[in-house]
C-alpha cells in the first residue's frame, strides 16, 4: 500500500513537471501559475488520485473546489498533444462524470459531489424560451413548455435518453417538463421535443349527411370499425379513429391521424347515405331508460306540431301507411317511427336527448313522538249506615265523589269494582238496603293515587323513487267503519237488515313526488301521516287519533329539515267538595276529592333526501339497510334451551355482488 502511495506521487510530481516545460514555466504543486489563455498544455494522469488532480487544476484554472468525502477513486486523463488550458476545467468535469461525480457551480466555488445528489444543490437553472445555462457536462436543470403533445405523455420516451440518477418530471397543469441533467443532453433532448411537439396533421372531418341519421350511422360505423383495438390489440395512434354524430346538423364528425382509413370511411358512408325507396321508412329505436309508451306520447305530439307548421302532409298511395307513424313497443320497450328521413332525423335526435337514464331520490322520514302523562288523585269519603238498618224512619249522611270504583257508594256494594291505587277504609260490618242485597257498612274510604305514562316513538319510513315520480309507503292496518244500516222495523220480514262500511288505512302513511332542480335542490310535494285506533267501544263507531302534514319544500341534497310538529302541553285540574265544609283550611280535606292531570305531547317530522345518480350510490343505501336487517335478525334468535326444542330463526342470505353485465348493447 505504501509502494502504490508514492508511486501515484511520482507520477503526479512528473505530471507538473510536463505541464511546466510546455507552458514555459516551472510549476510546482505548491506554487499556483499564471494562467493565460494563449498556454497550452499536455495532461497525463495515470491512476492519479481524485483530490491531487482537482489540486493541479485548481491551479491551472483558479477555480476553489469543494470536495465531498464521498468523493473517492482516481482519475485517468492522457492527452498526446497540448491542449489549450481553457478546456483543461470542461476536461476534467468529462472524466468526473465518467466516474459518477459531477459539480455544482455556486458564484466563485464549485462543489464536487455524487452524481445522485448533485440534484439537491442549486444550480443554473433556464425556463421556457430562455436561452439554455451551462454547457458540455456541467449539471443543469431546464424546463420545457410543450404546446401540443401532452407531458405526461413524453415522459417514459425521454427517459431513457437521461441519466439514471437524473430526473425529468412532468407538470400536467401548464403542460411542462423539467429534467435536470448535463447541459450537453439536454441539448439533445431539447432537439428530440422540438421533433415531437408538432401539430397533428390531419384534424377533425366533417361529413355531412343528407338522407342517413347520423346517430343510427355513427352506431353502425362504430360497431364494425372499433374505435381502440384492432383484433383484440392497442391500436397505433395512426390507425385509431373517432365518429361521433351531431344530431343538430345532422353530420358525422370524424377524427383519423390515417388518411386512407378516412378515405374509405368517406366511401362507406357515401354508400350507405342514399335515399330509400318509399317515402316513409320503418325505424326501430330501442330505449335504455325511458318508458316506450310515455315517449311516444311526446313524440307524436313534436310530430303533429312538426307537420302542422313546417312540414307538408306527405302524399301517400292507396293502401299505404300513413306519412309518419310513431308507435310505442312496450315488451321490448322500443319506439317504432314510420317517417321521412328529415323528420326521423330530427325525432331521433329529441329522442336521444330524452333517453337518458334519471337520477333517483332516497328520502328517509323520521317522525319523533315523545308522550308523557302524569296524573294524581286524594280525596276523603265517609258515611253513615247503620241507621238504615233499624226500624222506623232513620236519617243518614255523607259524602260521594268520583265516579265507580272511586266512591264509597260502589265500593260498598261491590268492593271488588274499586280502583287502583291506595284505599284505605273502615268497615263496620255490613247491612241492608232496600232494593239491594247486604252491601259493606263503610264508615270512612280515603283514596290516593298517583299515575306516569312515559312514550317515546320513533318511525323512519324510506322511501327510493325517480324523479318526477311519485312513490308512496303505507305500513299500518284497513279498518272498517260503518257508513250505514239497515233494520226492520215491527213484524217485516221482507228485507233483511245490514250494514255498509267502508275501510280506511290505519297507521303511517308517506307520499312524495320529488323533482330535482339544478344544483342538488331536492323539490319535495309530501303526505305524511301518521293515525292510531284511539277507541272502539265508541256507539258512534271507531275513533281514531291522526296527525297528517301536506307541504312542498325545497331541500338541499343530504341535508335535514323539519317540515312540522307539535308541541302541547295540556294540564286539567277537578275538585269536588262539600260547600264551605271542603274550603276550611286542612280540615277541608275531610270534605274534598281532588285530581291533577298533566299530558305533554312532542311529536316532530324531520325529512332528508339523497340524490341517487347511478348504482354505485344505490349498492350503499341498499348494503347499509341489508346488513341492518341481518343484525337484527341475529340478535333475535332464540337462545339453546335444555327442555325446548331449538327453533331456528330466518336470517336473510348474504348480500349478492352484482353480477357484471354480459349482454351485447341493441342495436
Same mark, same amino acid.
Given at each position: 500500500?505504501?509502494?502504490?502511495?508514492?508511486?501515484?506521487?511520482?507520477?503526479?510530481?512528473?505530471?507538473?513537471?510536463?505541464?511546466?516545460?510546455?507552458?514555459?514555466?516551472?510549476?510546482?504543486?505548491?506554487?499556483?501559475?499564471?494562467?493565460?489563455?494563449?498556454?497550452?498544455?499536455?495532461?497525463?494522469?495515470?491512476?492519479?488520485? =481524485?483530490?491531487?488532480?482537482?489540486?493541479?487544476?485548481?491551479? *491551472?484554472?483558479?477555480?476553489?473546489?469543494?470536495?465531498?468525502?464521498?468523493?473517492?477513486?482516481? =482519475?485517468?486523463?492522457? $492527452?498526446? !498533444?497540448?491542449?489549450?488550458?481553457?478546456?483543461?476545467?470542461t476536461t476534467f468535469l468529462s472524466a468526473l462524470r465518467l466516474h459518477g461525480y459531477a459539480v455544482i457551480e455556486d458564484s466563485d466555488v464549485v462543489?464536487?459531489?455524487?452524481?445522485?445528489?448533485?440534484?439537491?444543490?442549486?444550480?443554473?437553472?433556464?425556463?421556457?424560451?430562455?436561452?439554455?445555462?451551462?454547457?458540455?457536462?456541467?449539471?443543469?436543470?431546464?424546463?420545457?413548455?410543450?404546446?401540443?403533445? $401532452?407531458?405526461?405523455?413524453?415522459?417514459?420516451?425521454?427517459?431513457? *435518453?437521461?441519466?439514471?440518477?437524473?430526473?425529468?418530471?412532468?407538470? /400536467?397543469?401548464?403542460?411542462?417538463?423539467?429534467?435536470?441533467?448535463?447541459?450537453?443532453?439536454?441539448?439533445?433532448?431539447?432537439?428530440? =421535443?422540438?421533433?415531437?411537439? !408538432?401539430?397533428?396533421?390531419?384534424?377533425?372531418?366533417?361529413?355531412?349527411?343528407?338522407?342517413?341519421?347520423?346517430?343510427?350511422?355513427?352506431?353502425?360505423?362504430?360497431?364494425?370499425?372499433?374505435?381502440?383495438?384492432?383484433?383484440?390489440? +392497442?391500436?397505433?395512434?395512426? /390507425?385509431?379513429?373517432?365518429?361521433?354524430?351531431?344530431?343538430?346538423?345532422?353530420?358525422?364528425?370524424?377524427?383519423?391521424?390515417?388518411p386512407a382509413r378516412l378515405v374509405r370511411l368517406h366511401n362507406f358512408v357515401a354508400m350507405l347515405d342514399t335515399p330509400t325507396s318509399t317515402a316513409?321508412?320503418?325505424?326501430?329505436?330501442?330505449?335504455?331508460?325511458?318508458?316506450?309508451?310515455?315517449?311516444?306520447?311526446?313524440?307524436?305530439?313534436?310530430?303533429?306540431?312538426?307537420?302542422?307548421? +313546417?312540414?307538408?302532409?306527405?302524399?301517400?298511395?292507396? @293502401?299505404?301507411?300513413?306519412?309518419?307513424?310513431?308507435?310505442?313497443?312496450?315488451?321490448?320497450?322500443?319506439?317504432?317511427?314510420?317517417?321521412?328521413?328529415?323528420?326521423?332525423?330530427?325525432?331521433?335526435?329529441?329522442?336521444?336527448?330524452?333517453?337518458?337514464?334519471?337520477?333517483?331520490?332516497?328520502?328517509?322520514?323520521?317522525?319523533?313522538?315523545?308522550?308523557?302523562?302524569?296524573?294524581?288523585?286524594?280525596?276523603? /269519603?265517609? !258515611?253513615?249506615?247503620?241507621?238504615?238498618?233499624?226500624?222506623? #224512619?232513620?236519617?243518614?249522611?255523607?259524602?260521594?265523589?268520583?265516579?265507580?270504583?272511586?266512591?264509597?257508594?260502589?265500593?260498598?256494594?261491590?268492593?271488588?269494582?274499586?280502583?287502583?291505587?291506595?284505599?284505605?277504609?273502615?268497615?263496620?260490618? $255490613? =247491612?241492608?238496603?232496600?232494593?239491594?242485597?247486604?252491601?259493606?257498612?263503610?264508615?270512612?274510604?280515603?283514596?290516593?293515587?298517583?299515575?306516569?305514562?312515559?312514550?317515546?316513538?320513533? #318511525?323512519?319510513?324510506?322511501?327510493?323513487?325517480?324523479?318526477?315520480?311519485?312513490?308512496?309507503?303505507?305500513?299500518?292496518?284497513?279498518?272498517?267503519?260503518?257508513?250505514?244500516?239497515?233494520?226492520?222495523?215491527?213484524?217485516?220480514?221482507?228485507?233483511?237488515?245490514?250494514?255498509?262500511?267502508?275501510?280506511?288505512?290505519?297507521?303511517?302513511?308517506?307520499? %312524495?313526488?320529488? !323533482?330535482?332542480?339544478?344544483? @342538488?335542490?331536492?323539490?319535495?310535494?309530501?303526505?305524511?301521516?301518521?293515525?292510531?285506533?284511539?277507541?272502539?267501544?265508541?256507539?258512534?263507531?271507531?275513533?281514531?287519533?291522526?296527525?297528517?302534514?301536506?307541504?312542498?319544500? *325545497?331541500?338541499?341534497? @343530504?341535508? %335535514?329539515?323539519?317540515?312540522? @310538529?307539535?308541541?302541547?302541553?295540556?294540564?286539567?285540574?277537578?275538585?269536588?267538595?262539600?260547600?264551605?265544609?271542603? $274550603?276550611?283550611?286542612?280540615?277541608?280535606?275531610?270534605?274534598?276529592?281532588?285530581?291533577?292531570?298533566?299530558?305533554?305531547?312532542?311529536?316532530? %317530522?324531520?325529512?332528508?333526501?339523497?340524490?341517487?345518480?347511478?348504482? /354505485?350510490?344505490?349498492d350503499v343505501f341498499t348494503g347499509e339497510r341489508y346488513d341492518y336487517i341481518i343484525g337484527e335478525q341475529e340478535a333475535a334468535a332464540l337462545p339453546?334451551?335444555?327442555?325446548?326444542?331449538?327453533?331456528?330463526?330466518?336470517?336473510?342470505?348474504?348480500?349478492?355482488?352484482?353480477?357484471?353485465?354480459?349482454?351485447?348493447?341493441?342495436?
Open positions: 500500500m505504501h509502494i502504490t502511495r508514492c508511486s501515484k506521487i511520482f507520477l503526479l510530481s512528473l505530471t507538473l513537471l510536463v505541464i511546466s516545460l510546455t507552458s514555459g514555466r516551472f510549476v510546482s504543486a505548491q506554487d499556483a501559475p499564471v494562467i493565460t489563455t494563449s498556454d497550452m498544455v499536455t495532461l497525463n494522469f495515470v491512476n492519479a488520485d =481524485i483530490e491531487g488532480v482537482v489540486r493541479v487544476v485548481s491551479e *491551472l484554472t483558479g477555480r476553489n473546489f469543494i470536495i465531498d468525502p464521498r468523493v473517492v477513486g482516481t =482519475i485517468n486523463i492522457i $492527452s498526446a !498533444q497540448p491542449v489549450p488550458r481553457d478546456t483543461v476545467y462543489r464536487i459531489v455524487p452524481e445522485a445528489d448533485a440534484r439537491l444543490y442549486s444550480g443554473p437553472v433556464s425556463g421556457p424560451g430562455a436561452s439554455p445555462a451551462g454547457a458540455g457536462d456541467q449539471l443543469v436543470t431546464r424546463v420545457f413548455a410543450l404546446q401540443h403533445e $401532452s407531458a405526461a405523455q413524453l415522459v417514459p420516451i425521454l427517459r431513457p *435518453l437521461i441519466a439514471p440518477n437524473n430526473v425529468i418530471n412532468a407538470y /400536467q397543469n401548464s403542460n411542462t417538463l423539467v429534467i435536470t441533467d448535463y447541459a450537453g443532453n439536454l441539448e439533445r433532448i431539447a432537439e428530440v =421535443i422540438a421533433a415531437i411537439d !408538432q401539430p397533428g396533421t390531419n384534424g377533425p372531418v366533417v361529413i355531412q349527411l343528407e338522407h342517413a341519421s347520423a346517430v343510427d350511422l355513427a352506431q353502425t360505423i362504430n360497431q364494425l370499425f372499433p374505435e381502440a383495438t384492432l383484433g383484440g390489440v +392497442t391500436a397505433e395512434p395512426t /390507425q385509431r379513429f373517432t365518429v361521433v354524430a351531431d344530431p343538430r346538423s345532422n353530420s358525422l364528425l370524424v377524427n383519423s391521424g390515417d316513409g321508412n320503418i325505424h326501430v329505436v330501442y330505449l335504455k331508460n325511458a318508458e316506450a309508451v310515455k315517449l311516444a306520447e311526446t313524440l307524436r305530439a313534436i310530430y303533429a306540431g312538426e307537420t302542422a307548421t +313546417t312540414a307538408a302532409p306527405v302524399p301517400t298511395a292507396e @293502401g299505404q301507411p300513413a306519412a309518419g307513424i310513431i308507435q310505442a313497443d312496450a315488451a321490448t320497450n322500443s319506439i317504432i317511427i314510420i317517417a321521412p328521413d328529415a323528420i326521423y332525423n330530427n325525432l331521433r335526435a329529441a329522442l336521444d336527448k330524452l333517453d337518458v337514464r334519471r337520477a333517483q331520490v332516497y328520502v328517509e322520514a323520521l317522525i319523533v313522538e315523545l308522550t308523557a302523562d302524569r296524573a294524581a288523585e286524594f280525596g276523603v /269519603q265517609w !258515611q253513615n249506615l247503620s241507621a238504615l238498618g233499624e226500624s222506623g #224512619s232513620q236519617g243518614f249522611g255523607g259524602t260521594n265523589f268520583g265516579g265507580t270504583g272511586q266512591n264509597i257508594l260502589s265500593t260498598a256494594v261491590n268492593p271488588g269494582s274499586i280502583g287502583s291505587g291506595l284505599n284505605v277504609g273502615v268497615v263496620d260490618g $255490613s =247491612i241492608s238496603l232496600p232494593g239491594l242485597d247486604r252491601v259493606l257498612n263503610i264508615s270512612l274510604l280515603i283514596r290516593a293515587l298517583e299515575s306516569d305514562a312515559n312514550a317515546n316513538i320513533l #318511525s323512519t319510513p324510506t322511501l327510493l323513487t325517480l324523479d318526477n315520480e311519485e312513490a308512496e309507503i303505507i305500513i299500518g292496518q284497513n279498518v272498517p267503519f260503518v257508513t250505514g244500516q239497515f233494520a226492520l222495523s215491527g213484524a217485516a220480514v221482507t228485507p233483511s237488515p245490514f250494514q255498509t262500511i267502508e275501510r280506511h288505512d290505519v297507521g303511517l302513511t308517506l307520499r %312524495i313526488k320529488p !323533482q330535482i332542480s339544478e344544483g @342538488g335542490t331536492v323539490r319535495l310535494q309530501i303526505y305524511q301521516e301518521v293515525s292510531s285506533i284511539n277507541d272502539k267501544s265508541n256507539p258512534a263507531g271507531v275513533i281514531t287519533n291522526k296527525r297528517a302534514v301536506a307541504s312542498t319544500v *325545497l331541500v338541499d341534497d @343530504g341535508q %335535514i329539515v323539519v317540515i312540522g @310538529g307539535l308541541i302541547q302541553d295540556n294540564v286539567t285540574a277537578n275538585v269536588q267538595r262539600v260547600p264551605v265544609l271542603g $274550603s276550611i283550611p286542612v280540615l277541608g280535606s275531610l270534605f274534598r276529592y281532588e285530581n291533577r292531570k298533566q299530558g305533554k305531547t312532542n311529536l316532530m %317530522i324531520f325529512l332528508r333526501p339523497t340524490l341517487v345518480r347511478d348504482s /354505485q350510490g344505490a339453546p334451551s335444555a327442555l325446548l326444542p331449538d327453533l331456528s330463526s330466518p336470517v336473510l342470505p348474504p348480500l349478492p355482488q352484482a353480477p357484471a353485465s354480459t349482454s351485447a348493447p341493441r342495436p
